[in-house]
């Protein structure tokens, strides 16, 4: 069965500095990978997402994601974090029949 | 265009008492999607729809029916609500069942039972 896991459930980052948030999975076959933004009180909004070709993947405000098959992994970064960055950060493979399966999230705090 | 709407935005049930939750997408999407939220394990899958008149059974089906009359709406039933059932439910839509395409999220609806 499929599953993602984020080993940190809270990171907190100055403002400025750089951010690396991780998410593993598992997955039989060639995965599709998301990750969404939600900001308190929100919902869910896609930041990028992964499907075939290069392994970086380019997304909104700013963030990008690397897919390594080897350590199953896309992990989310951004080069310098701004404080309307703080939320939580949700990976998530896709399964079939376009069915989410997500990991528990990570909150991300920024401080200034 | 609203994109993906909830109603209501919070609830406060008590035990045994019912209610339904409503979803509404203006985005002509063929699939639909409920999802509760809980602290430390991301979003489940509740039930979802694949169209007009169709559901299916998501990973936590248990005390929840569904039902998407029209392409548009998609409402979540609790029969008998429980404490368990204290959760953020998220509604979602997609413009078809590929694993690529975009899911759209409401808002959420806070729903507390004591």
């Known amino acids: 069965a499929q599953s993602v896991t984020q080993p940190d459930i809270h990171i907190t980052v100055s403002e400025g500095a750089s951010l690396e948030l991780r998410c593993n999975y598992s997955?039989?076959?060639?995965?599709?990978l998301f990750w969404y933004v939600q900001s308190p009180g929100q919902g869910l909004q896609l930041l990028l997402k992964?499907?075939?070709?290069?392994?970086l993947v380019q997304g909104i405000k700013g963030f990008e994601a690397e897919f390594k098959r080897s350590q199953s992994s896309f992990n989310l970064r951004k080069p310098s974090v701004h404080w309307s960055d703080a939320a939580e950060y949700f990976c998530?493979?896709?399964?079939?029949?376009?069915?989410?399966?997500f990991g528990a999230g990570t909150i991300l705090r920024v401080k200034s | 265009n609203a994109g993906v709407t909830q109603t209501p935005k919070f609830r406060v049930l008590k035990t045994g008492q019912s209610m339904t939750l409503l979803c509404a997408q203006d985005?002509?999407?063929?699939?639909m999607y409920w999802y509760r939220q809980d602290p430390g394990m991301g979003l489940r899958l509740i039930h979802y729809?694949?169209?007009?008149?169709?559901?299916a059974k998501g990973e936590v089906p248990d005390g929840y029916n569904v039902s998407r009359l029209k392409k548009q709406n998609f409402l979540l039933g609790l029969e008998s609500a429980a404490p368990s059932q204290t959760s953020v439910y998220f509604c979602?839509?997609?413009?078809?069942?590929?694993?690529?395409?975009?899911?759209?999220f409401g808002p959420g609806t806070r729903l507390l039972v004591l």
């Open positions: 985005m002509n999407h063929e699939y």
């Open positions: 998530a493979v896709g399964a079939w029949g376009n069915k989410l399966v």
């Open positions: 729809s694949v169209g007009e008149g169709t559901t």
């Open positions: 997955y039989g076959a060639t995965p599709y």
């Open positions: 979602a839509s997609s413009y078809s069942d590929r694993t690529k395409e975009t899911q759209y």
């Open positions: 992964y499907f075939s070709g290069d392994t």
